[in-house]
């Protein structure tokens, strides 16, 4: 199983949820990828961006995709890396009881599934232990100029393979590399 990097991002590299625009194209396309992921792993900030979708659950919005995607978020098992939680209130989450590279080895030694890094310092941190085997970026057509740039303090060169490319009607692209290992 494969520890895959998955993040939304403007042209210009910028990791911000406001900047994209959240399609019912978009919405299915995550919602699958969370229906077949193992486990989604967040940092404090993003999972608590996350923690809107179980109020869509309890008060579904009709918009189809986007209610498929509270189900999706809510039935993906989270890991959630936190120095300052003490406690998580949603029932597939839990926190992280070990450093990052030790509580990802563990998951991929028991996965059946891919396991999907969702936080920008997670993807970096993951980038760094060379452990995110796959990169699916999802660029969206806007140059936000400033902001969190997805790969802040990367301090060595990754190679990467480009496989796939996944437009959606929006001008989004998903484009997806493997890392090239040496």
Known sequence: MKVIA??????????????????????QHYADMLRGAGAAL?????YQLMEF?????KNPTGNKEM???????DNVPKVVFSRTL????????RLATKSLE???SNLKRQ??????????????QLTELKMIDEYQLCVHPVIAGSGLP????ITDQVALKYLKTKPFESGALVQYYERITN
């Open 6 to 27: 998955a993040m939304n991002m403007t042209l210009d590299g910028f990791c911000d949820h406001t900047y994209g625009n959240a399609t019912p194209e978009l919405h």
């Open 42 to 46: 967040y940092g404090r900030t993003t």
């Open 53 to 57: 979708w179980p109020t869509v659950l």
């Open 67 to 73: 209610d498929d995607f509270a189900v999706a978020m």
């Open 86 to 93: 003490k406690n998580l209130d949603w029932h597939s989450a």
């Open 102 to 104: 030790e509580e990802v």
């Open 111 to 124: 996965a059946t599934k891919d396991i999907y890094a969702c936080s920008p310092s997670l993807i970096v």
């Open 150 to 153: 997805l790969f802040k303090n």
